[in-house]
């Protein structure tokens, strides 16, 4: 069975939570994904911070044999809070919260479930740091329901040039994480969905398809960045504000036809079906 939760706890991984957030800010609800992916980033770095702030040990550390090679290779820094548990619970619950449909909910539940609980059948985690993960990720996943951030004006501005600064001045040795996490902050702040989800099925396919070439050949080509270089605090920051900026600002300007401008308050009003769309 190890092959199964080996696949389930992967839906964890980072170029998951790119892809589900993208399709959901595409073909869903723009303004609901951008504060969506504000407060993934900010729960983002709250799990950091704990991590490394509490530093405490993986309940294999003690004996590495205990777990298979492929299970430790998807544990990465230290144990409490679970990473996978929270930015599980944060985004699908997130997702579910805005949605407000019972389908959504039950199958948010679902991969939550089954995520966090990989992370124990692995061995990777112990009890209580999925608990407390689940915790964090539902009160943000909460937040996400009901927030929305401010996308005009000065502040639109002003709050991405503030975390970049705090990236620059990111001591030495600090972990990733924390540049990763600023990053996808000030990029989801600064964005402003002013698009309409695709129509049909066959927009939602080119606009799927499309877009997340494009998104993630931008992942790979600033992954490809020399190593020395590459995972700087503001670089890495940098780094991912653009991953965030290139999905919500150019995938929509390269397939305007799918994704028509609206002037609607798109990141404050409900998600809308394709056939509430307002006429273009």
């Keep these: ?12 991984r980072d170029e998951v939570f790119i ?8 073909l869903w609800n723009p303004g609901g994904g951008r504060n969506l992916g504000v407060v993934f980033a ?23 044999g205990s777990v298979s090679d492929a299970a ?15 930015m599980s619970a944060t985004l699908w619950g997130g997702i579910a919260a805005q949605v407000r449909r ?20 692995l061995g990777v985690h112990l009890p209580v740091d999925v608990i407390v993960g689940l915790l964090l990720g539902g009160i943000a996943a909460w937040v996400a329901g009901r927030a929305s ?21 990111l001591p030495a040795g600090t972990p990733r994480e924390f540049g990763t996490g600023l990053g996808l902050f000030a990029g989801f702040w600064y964005a402003r969905p002013n698009f309409a989800p695709p129509r049909d099925l066959a927009g939602r396919l080119i606009v799927g398809v499309v877009g ?47 994704l028509p401008r609206t002037s609607l308050p798109e990141t404050t009003r409900p998600c809308l079906s394709a056939e509430a769309m307002p006429p273009q």
């Design 1 to 12: 069975m190890q092959s199964f939760w080996l696949a389930v706890t992967n839906l964890g």
């Design 19 to 26: 892809v589900v957030l993208a399709l959901y800010t595409w």
């Design 42 to 64: 900010g729960s983002y770095l709250v799990n950091s911070a704990l991590k490394y702030g509490l530093n405490l040990p993986r309940p294999f550390a003690n004996d590495p």
């Design 72 to 86: 430790r290779a998807t544990a990465g820094g230290p144990s409490l809070p679970s990473g996978h548990a929270q």
């Design 102 to 121: 019972p389908a959504m909910w039950v199958v948010a539940i679902l991969l939550i479930a089954l995520i966090a609980g990989s992370r124990l059948v």
């Design 149 to 169: 951030f401010v996308d005009a004006g000065t502040w639109r501005w002003v709050v991405p040039v503030i975390v970049l600064l705090i990236a620059a001045f």
């Design 212 to 258: 997340l070439i494009i998104v993630f050949a931008v992942f790979f080509g600033l992954g490809a960045l020399p190593g020395a270089i590459k995972d700087i605090g503001l670089v890495r920051a940098l780094r991912y504000a653009i991953l965030v900026v290139v999905a919500v600002e150019v995938v929509p300007a390269v397939l305007r036809r799918w």
